[in-house]
């Protein structure tokens, strides 16, 4: 039984979120061993290929078939205009999309920008983008280096990603109004090609990314005290109580996000909880 051939999940051959999309995989029990600059890998029992590719066409090659699933930026499957499903979001490579000019340049909006020219790595998101603020402008497209675009003389601003700033500090840009915000996500096409192994796949990811945004957190309360920490802690689900051997206490455990975690701990022991315990969690089923 079985479908004729494997699933195939294609992820970045390099940059950024190669590395990212192995480690995700691996997380989630998927492994493989990619050969020196191969183009496949068999994942070790599961009847799914590895397929290693430009990070920029693998919402193509999804929406044509190439593949049936792929680990990209919502950023480039924004661009590509195609219509494969996003599956889930992974929790990792999060920049946004902004239009950026010169720090010390006058344009206010969007619509400033109307009959000026703009580098961009992003015409089709950029044209929508320009188009909705009533906006008109001469796009360079380019497939990187787009910061220096201003200086080279070729364009009056730019569209391209951000995530700490520090690449528009180093070339005296600001940014002048946001796209969009963006994350590495897990597509995949309407084709359906062996829809149980892509579920398997989706669940087995879930469990990893889940995971990754909560520790687990474990302290001791009186009994008196329990609403008032429940309501700190509400947890993914509910909160599970054990009782401890003096009946007045007892033991909670629950999930909190990890960006919350120093706050709730704070807040659990000023309302008189004892005992709090983070541990990492590194793959969960809920
Ligand atoms: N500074 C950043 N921070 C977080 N995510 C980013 C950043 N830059 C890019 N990304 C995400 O990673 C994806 C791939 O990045 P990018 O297009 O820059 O290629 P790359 O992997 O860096 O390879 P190259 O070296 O060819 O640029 C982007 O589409 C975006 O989703
Ligand atoms: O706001 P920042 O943290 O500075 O990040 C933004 C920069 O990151 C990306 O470039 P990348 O590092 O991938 O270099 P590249 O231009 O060589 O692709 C992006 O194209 C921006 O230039
Ligand atoms: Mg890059």
Avoid at 45 to 57: E, Q
Wanted: contains cysteine; charged residues 25%.
């Amino acid at each position: 039984m079985g479908s004729q051939r494997n699933l195939r999940i294609g992820i970045p051959s390099k940059g950024r979120l190669s590395e990212v999309a192995s480690e995700l995989l691996e997380a989630a029990g998927l492994s493989f061993r990619r050969q020196s600059r191969g183009l496949f890998a068999r994942v070790s029992g599961l009847p799914i290929d590895i397929i290693f590719l430009r990070t920029d066409d693998i919402p193509t090659l999804c929406n044509e078939g190439a593949i049936d699933m792929g680990i990209t930026g919502s950023d480039l499957v924004e661009e590509a205009a195609c219509d494969v499903k996003t599956r889930m979001k992974l929790g990792v490579g999060r920049c946004r999309l902004a239009i950026c000019v010169p720090d010390d340049s006058d344009y206010r909006s969007a619509a400033d920008l109307d009959k000026k020219r703009i580098a961009t790595s992003f015409p089709t998101v950029t044209r929508t983008y320009l188009a909705a603020h009533s906006a008109t402008a001469h796009l360079v497209a380019l497939s990187g280096s787009v910061e220096v675009m201003i200086q080279l003389g070729v364009a009056d601003a730019i569209v391209d990603l951000v995530e700490t700033g520090s690449t528009l500090a180093a070339n005296r840009l600001r940014v002048l109004e946001d796209i969009g915000h963006y994350e590495t996500v897990l597509i995949q096409n309407g084709r359906g090609h062996d829809p149980e192994t892509a579920d398997r796949v989706v669940r087995r990811l879930e469990g990893v990314v889940i995971a990754r945004d909560y520790s687990s957190l474990e302290y001791n309360v009186p009994r008196s005290k329990l609403a008032q920490c429940e309501k700190i802690t509400p947890g993914y689900d509910s909160p599970t109580i054990n009782s401890l051997e003096d009946p007045k206490w007892c033991s909670v455990r629950v999930m909190v996000r990890r960006k919350d975690i120093i706050d709730t701990m704070e807040a659990l022991e000023a309302e008189g909880a004892s005992a709090i315990i983070e541990t990492p969690i590194l793959n969960c089923r809920l």
